[in-house]
């Protein structure tokens, strides 16, 4: 049975519809990211899981449960990172660890996730005094505390420094293994694409696509690289037997499958033109690049 | 129950450690104590004002934590997404509540225990038959409570704080806490038909004479104590 369960989701307040139709799943020890622009229905989408609000139709499940009706049996089994504050100005991490620590029957040590999440240093500064990276490190200690089966963490990597990310990255891996269901926001789609095992990715309160990171983009895998300064596609094209396409300013794809032959005949032809390679690379559609591409579309049409 | 007792200490610790409350439910409430009563200025028809002031200045600690306290620190925690995070924990809505109410209470009784010391100290000698007190004071607890909490749930958390301080300095002028009632003039009529004005009236007669207070003040305090708390819970918004 899938940990998260949505059906056909549609969220509306009054005329403006947040959510509209959304499906998707996610199973004990997965984590699965939901991607959009501002505003596409994420935090909605998230705050209907965690049973702030109500479905206009459609269904979510959490755990079997219906996440409003449920919610007194669910919130024990439930980590909860919000999209910023949450948590007393005036608490120091130690304070607030130990005090949500309270809330649990079976509560994992305040000081051990101190540890994990690199906020021994600042165990005892308020809250209003961390930065952002750590606030954000100190809510997702406090939504790990309970020991949940279900986590919805909306942006747990916002301002956090890149040590903090992997201390982050760390734990979030750690909670995969023990089972716990990840449903997680981020614009850092670098940092999804290291954590999650599925993406879903809305616009307009609809899902645009889903599927895991690599492959969320459909293609193939075909040779990119990137030369700064002009380039002639078509000699080049011509040169290789296959199309060359600019994808971005400076970044190019081969409509060819890859193969080291073809990789030499790249390289060659870009030496006799006197071509420097700034970056070359066989795979399949970066995930920012299809996120790009799939909002950009949404927008025009 | 560890958790209700945790949320508790944890409430009473942060109520005890802000200094603007401390300022507002013990500083100020002591200030007035001490200077009107050894400067006679006040017409409190006594020439030994302590007497007439004591029992006010017990009604405004109330005030002072009930609506001012609670209030302000309550809609900083629905602004700062506290109150939204704390109901996504096995804690609840209703606990919360509950470890405020107590919180509330358990800083009251240091309160009265600290006002009353000075007050005594400058020479007040309260009926020993003051249980009556006690019964005004819970019941304006929940008045003063309900009011801050209505106020809490429903505006943004700046203007919450400044409407509840200057509430505070209203119902102080004409609560009958350092001006007595019958010297309010026009001011009266209204002033008795809002919950400060009917604690004082209350607390007067039971703390100086051991005596019954008049009915319109237990009308007056009973109605604000069913009113408020309805307010508010119907009005709430937990985010």
């Known amino acids: 049975m899938p940990a998260i369960e949505v059906q056909d989701l549609r969220v509306a307040f009054g005329d403006r519809v947040a959510v509209d139709g959304v499906s998707f799943d996610v199973q004990p020890g997965e984590v699965v990211a939901l991607l959009g622009p501002n505003g596409a229905g994420k935090t909605t989408t998230v705050e209907t899981l965690e049973g702030y609000r109500s479905p206009t139709s459609g269904s979510v499940r959490v755990l079997g449960l219906d996440p409003v009706r449920g919610h007194g049996r669910l919130v024990k089994d439930l980590g909860v990172v919000l999209q910023r504050g949450g948590v007393y100005p005036v608490m120091s991490p130690a304070r607030v660890l130990r005090l949500f620590a309270s809330y649990y029957e079976r509560p994992r040590s305040p000081d051990e996730l101190l540890g994990l999440l690199a906020l021994e240093d600042v165990a005892s500064t308020p809250f209003k005094r961390l930065s952002g990276g750590e606030q954000q490190r100190l809510a997702l200690a406090l939504a790990l505390v309970g020991r949940p089966r279900v986590c919805f963490l909306d942006e747990p990597t916002a301002g956090v420094d890149p040590a903090g990310r992997i201390a982050v990255r760390d734990v979030i891996d750690a909670c995969r293994h023990d089972g716990v269901a990840i449903l997680l926001t981020s614009h850092e789609l670098d940092e999804v694409e290291r954590l999650a095992e599925r993406v879903v990715i809305i616009d307009h309160g609809k899902v645009l696509a889903a599927g895991p990171p690599d492959e969320v983009g459909g293609g193939e895998e075909e040779i990119r690289f990137r030369v700064d300064g002009p380039l002639d596609t078509a000699a080049l094209g011509a040169a290789l037997n296959a199309a060359v396409a600019e994808e971005a300013p400076s970044s190019y794809r081969v409509g060819a499958p890859p193969s080291p032959g073809l990789v030499a005949e790249l390289t060659a032809w870009l030496a006799t033109h006197d071509l420097v390679l700034a970056d070359l690379r066989i795979g399949r559609e970066r995930l920012e690049d299809v996120f790009l591409r799939l909002v950009k579309t949404e927008a025009d049409s | ?239």
């Open chain 2, 1 to 239: 129950m560890t958790m209700l007792r945790a949320q508790v200490a944890a409430e009473v610790r942060m109520t005890l450690e802000r200094g603007e409350t401390l300022l507002v439910t013990i500083g100020i409430p002591a200030f007035l104590l001490v200077f009107f009563s050894l400067v006679k200025v006040l017409p409190t028809g006594t020439s030994h004002p302590v007497d007439f002031l004591a029992p006010g200045v017990l009604g405004l600690a109330v005030m002072s934590t009930a609506l001012v306290s609670l209030g302000i620190a309550t809609g900083f925690e629905r602004s700062f997404g506290v109150l939204k995070r704390l109901g996504a924990t096995p804690l609840g809505r209703p606990r919360l509540l509950a470890a405020k109410i107590v919180a509330v209470l358990a800083v009251e009784i240091v309160q009265v225990l600290v006002l009353a010391a000075i007050a005594v100290g400058l020479g007040w000698r309260p009926h020993p038959a003051a249980g009556l007190a006690v019964v005004a004071e819970l019941l304006a607890t929940i008045a003063f409570a309900g009011l801050g909490l209505a106020m809490a749930g429903s505006l943004r958390a700046e203007i919450n704080l400044a409407l509840a301080n200057a509430l505070y300095i209203v119902l102080l002028l004409i609560g009958g806490i350092v001006f007595p009632l019958a010297k309010l003039g026009g001011f009266a009529a209204f002033a008795r038909v809002l919950p400060a004005a009917a604690l004082s009236d209350a607390l007067h007669p039971t703390l100086g004479q051991g005596a019954a207070p008049g009915a319109e003040a237990w009308i007056v305090l009973a109605i604000w104590a069913v009113v408020t708390p309805l307010v508010a819970a119907l009005t709430f918004r937990w985010e």
